[in-house]
């Protein structure tokens, strides 16, 4: 039994604002995942076979390796079609909030959206919502905002609209959010909700190779180069760091995703139990955290790196050089352990020749 964990009111405050409006537009996180492609678009398609005028607007594009995803080619991007996405936000009689917490997370695209005062419905799992929405479905404990939707749609009484391309869009995003069913997946619901998604005929073997497991040449090279030669592990800290520089990744050829899941990558290693990326973007240092067990990364990323997310899965942004960045996470281990004393290790790749 799927329990109908989103209390009658909230469900039937939604029912009444979907049917009172024709235009809606759809939003999710800047530097869209599969969870937040996944659910942004399987809500869309479901809204227009409902009647509805949807659309999905995203603050940038979606990395190729998700271009997979039903409906990806339909977004209106904030970056590249910027008239449009101001036209269909200011047009939009109801604007959902997807897998996001704050108008912060979805950069231009949330000052457009500030000032209006079209209605603001929030569907999301990350911890501590702001008080921007006029109707809050939050569930920092669900596996995923595509778990969300199908409940939303569910005690909406709409699943008989979820087709075989919707429930594709919801699969990616459940498996995504949970490393392919490795963590956040421990409700037994789960499973009946995928059951549902099964039931549509998904082609699930091709959307788990392209979600899980495609990555070009390029991307494994650099994974591997960043694994074997950027890999500092810090074992009595329980810990990992990987940097990864603009020259580094202009070598690689760098694409959008290509780092995508390297952040995971050193919690296989027996005792290391937390693992923090740092790349040197073009305007900012992005920074990546995953953990295993009760040790919060999302606690790190909200103190010491302007971000936030889950207790296992956070990120944020650092304003300086790569190397500032790294003296963060240095005091990071001080402050967490203040006993243990770590030695400082080389940081950029040259360095590797003096070892
Ligand atoms: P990733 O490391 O894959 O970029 O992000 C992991 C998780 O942390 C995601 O749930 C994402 O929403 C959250 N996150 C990533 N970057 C930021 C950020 O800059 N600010 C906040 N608040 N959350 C972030
Ligand atoms: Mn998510």
């Not at 977004?75 to 108008?103: G, P």
């Amino acid at each position: 039994m799927i329990q109908a964990i989103i209390d009658e009111a909230t469900i039937q405050r939604l029912r009444a604002m979907i049917n009172g409006v024709q235009r809606i537009a759809i939003t999710c996180h800047k530097s869209p995942d599969g969870d937040a492609l996944g659910s942004t678009l399987a809500l869309c398609h479901v809204l227009r076979r409902l009647g509805k005028e949807a659309d999905v607007v995203t603050p940038d594009m979606a990395p190729r390796a998700l271009e997979f995803i039903p409906g990806v080619r339909d977004i209106i991007v904030f970056t590249k079609h910027e008239a449009r996405a101001r036209r269909v936000l200011a047009d939009a009689q109801l604007i959902f909030c997807l897998d996001y917490n704050s108008l912060h997370r979805i950069d231009r695209l949330g000052e457009l959206i500030e000032p209006l005062t079209t209605r603001r419905v929030l569907i999301d799992h990350h911890l501590d919502p702001e008080d921007a929405f006029d109707l809050s479905i939050s569930f920092p404990e669900a596996s995923s905002t595509c778990e969300l939707v199908f409940r939303v749609l569910m005690q909406m009484g709409l699943l008989r609209l979820m087709d075989r391309h919707a429930a594709s869009c919801l699969y990616v995003g459940l498996l995504t959010d949970t490393g392919g069913f490795a963590y956040s997946c421990d409700n037994p619901e789960l499973y009946e909700i995928l059951a549902s998604i099964m039931r549509r005929h998904i082609d699930r073997v091709a959307l788990y190779n392209k979600a899980m497991n495609t990555f070009s040449a390029d991307s494994m090279r650099l994974q591997g180069y960043a694994i074997n030669e950027k890999m500092q592990l810090f074992p009595e800290h329980g810990a990992s760091l990987i940097t990864l520089d603009k020259a580094e990744l202009e070598r690689f050829n760098y694409n959008r995703g290509d780092t995508e899941t390297l952040v995971n990558k050193p919690l296989a290693i027996p005792g290391i139990y937390w693992s923090v990326f740092l790349r040197e973007d073009a305007d900012r240092i992005k920074v990546s955290c995953r953990s295993q067990g009760d040790f919060s990364v999302s606690d790190i990323c909200a103190r010491y790196f302007n971000g936030g997310g889950h207790e296992n899965a956070a990120g944020g942004e650092f304003n300086g050089s790569i190397d500032e960045a790294v003296q963060v996470f240095y005091q990071v281990l001080a402050d967490l352990f203040p006993d243990i004393h770590p030695q400082q290790q080389p940081t950029t790749n040259d360095n590797n020749e003096e070892q």
